[in-house]
C-alpha cells in the first residue's frame, strides 16, 4: 500500500506564498507522476499542476504563480505557491501515479490540506 501525506496548507493574505509538499511511502517500483489538484466549494476538483520527470504542466490560472518540483529521491513532490489570490481558496489533493513492483500502475490520492487566502 502507497501513502501520500500532505503537508504545508494554512491561511494567508492576498499576495502572500505558501509551499506544499507531499511525501508517498510504502512499498513500490517507483513513481511516474506526481501533481497537485485542488477542490474549492461548490466545484469540481482540477488539476493544478503535475511533473513528470523534468516536464511540468500548470492549469492557466496559475501560470506564473506557481512552482512543482519533486525530489526522486525523497519521493515528495512539492508546490510553490506565490502571489497567491483569493480565488485559489481550496483543499489542495496530492496525487501520484506509482508503478509497483509487477509493473501495476495505480494512482493514489493524498487526504488533502486546505489553503485559505484572505482578501
Known amino acids: 500500500q502507497v501513502q501520500l501525506v500532505e503537508s504545508g496548507g494554512g491561511l494567508v493574505q492576498a499576495g502572500g506564498s505558501l509551499r506544499l509538499a507531499c511525501a508517498a511511502s510504502?512499498?513500490?517500483?517507483?513513481?511516474?507522476?506526481m501533481g497537485w489538484y485542488r477542490q474549492a466549494p461548490g466545484k469540481q476538483r482540477e488539476l493544478v499542476a503535475e511533473?513528470?520527470?523534468?516536464?511540468?504542466k500548470y492549469t492557466e490560472a496559475v501560470k506564473g504563480r506557481f512552482t512543482i518540483s519533486r525530489d526522486n529521491a525523497k519521493n515528495t513532490v512539492y508546490l510553490q505557491m506565490n502571489s497567491l489570490k483569493p480565488e485559489d481558496t481550496a483543499v489542495y489533493h496530492c496525487?501520484?501515479?506509482?508503478?509497483?513492483?509487477?509493473?501495476?500502475?495505480?494512482?493514489?490520492w493524498g487526504q488533502g490540506t486546505q489553503v485559505t487566502v484572505s482578501s
Open positions: 496525487n501520484a501515479i506509482v508503478v509497483h513492483t509487477n509493473r501495476v500502475r495505480i494512482q493514489y
Open positions: 511533473i513528470v520527470s523534468d516536464s511540468t
Open positions: 510504502g512499498s513500490f517500483f517507483s513513481i511516474d507522476v
